[in-house]
T-cell receptor
Framework: KQEVTQIPAALSVPEGENLVLNCSFT??????LQWFRQDPGKGLTSLLL?????REQTSGRLNASLDKSSGRSTLYIAASQPGDSATYLC???????????FGQGTRLTINP | NAGVMQNPRHLVRRRGQEARLRCSPM?????VYWYRQLPEEGLKFMVY????????ESGMPKERFSAEFPKEGPSILRIQQVVRGDSAAYFC??????????????????FGAGTRLSVL
């Protein structure tokens, strides 16, 4: 059974800092991995999707890496801003399946 | 192109009542997924449907919960005889038909804003 873990559960940093969020998964037979953002009381916004054959994806100040063999992914946020404050969720899809398996998220607070 | 629409956004029910949650997928999408987010927990998969078919219901509780996605109209998640433990945010996602290189091939799911169910 696939399990996804995100560390830390919460993170608070001053504005302008670079930061890394971590995601680990127990079954390396994944199809892809996605990072989402969730704002309080809102739905999920997809940030980055990495196919199992890829090592990383970049979008603006965000960079996500994937090491399938070790079961790890990181989300790097450069030059953090207060608007980045949200919960960040990591989710994987297993080969041959459609459902997403989510981690419990990292609650990020960027202090002005 | 409107996104995934869920209604109602907030639903309050008393114990024992029925809750009906609706999800209209994005235009052109024929795959629908339901996820539940309990307080202070991550999202958990419940069910995956295509038009008129349940494909994977491995995450659905065995009793009181059912889902459908008819040929016409929205997908419905139905909870009978609700209990306080059903209080959660229920999210729907949709994805398009499979085609090589497209969003479906990558299993990109687009999420709605969710329905927050409170059971009194």
């Amino acid at each position: 059974k696939q399990e996804v873990t995100q560390i830390p559960a919460a993170l608070s940093v001053p504005e302008g800092e670079n930061l890394v969020l971590n995601c680990s998964f127990t079954d390396s037979a994944i199809y892809n991995l996605q990072w989402f953002r969730q704002d309080p009381g809102k739905g999920l916004t997809s940030l980055l999707l990495i196919q199992s054959s890829q090592r990383e994806q970049t979008s603006g100040r965000l960079n996500a890496s994937l090491d399938k063999s070790s079961g790890r992914s990181t989300l790097y946020i450069a030059a953090s801003q207060p608007g980045d404050s949200a919960t960040y969720l990591c989710a994987v899809t297993k080969l041959g399946a459609q459902k997403l398996v989510f981690g419990q998220g990292t609650r990020l607070t960027i202090n002005p | 192109n409107a996104g995934v629409m869920q209604n109602p956004r907030h639903l309050v029910r008393r114990r024992g009542q029925e809750a009906r949650l609706r999800c209209s997928p994005m235009k052109g999408h024929s795959h629908v997924y339901w996820y539940r987010q309990l307080p202070e927990e991550g999202l958990k998969f419940m069910v995956y449907l295509q038009k008129e078919n349940i494909i994977d219901e491995s995450g659905m509780p065995k009793e009181r919960f059912s889902a459908e996605f008819p040929k016409e109209g929205p997908s419905i998640l139905r909870i009978q005889q609700v209990v306080r433990g059903d209080s959660a945010a229920y999210f729907c996602a949709s994805s398009p038909l499979g085609r090589m290189g497209g969003a479906a091939a990558k299993n990109i799911q687009y999420f709605g804003a969710g329905t927050r169910l409170s059971v009194l």
